[in-house]
């Protein structure tokens, strides 16, 4: 379901995208490679912004909600495998950065000016 799910995600941003870029803006758009280039004239009909406007806030509804649901749905399926829970401590190595005292019970390594009295 995730995969369907994604899979008309990505085309619902495709189609988002163009819908946007075929709107008529302040510098004609798109939209005016199709037509005349006139005041209302397009291969479209005169009546084409306001088809452009709904189609554009109906892809985005649809849009966020599969934003949405997809966030929900891997969130449900990384806990269901086990991704993303928190990882346990690693077993403490006995490594030390050069330079720095040793532990408790250890020998410091030998470096330095000191090291060769």
Known sequence: MITFLTIVFILV???LVLVILM????GGGLAGAFGSGGGGNSAF???IGDVFTTVTVVLFVIFLLLSVGLNYAFQGHKET?????PATAPA????QAPGTPAAAGGAAPATGPESGK
């Not at 403490?92 to 490594?95: G, H, S």
């Open 92 to 95: 403490a190595l006995d490594v």
């Open 45 to 47: 009909g005169t009546k």
């Open 23 to 26: 709107q008529r803006g302040r």
């Open 13 to 15: 941003s495709a189609l």
């Open 81 to 85: 495998i086990g991704v993303g829970a």
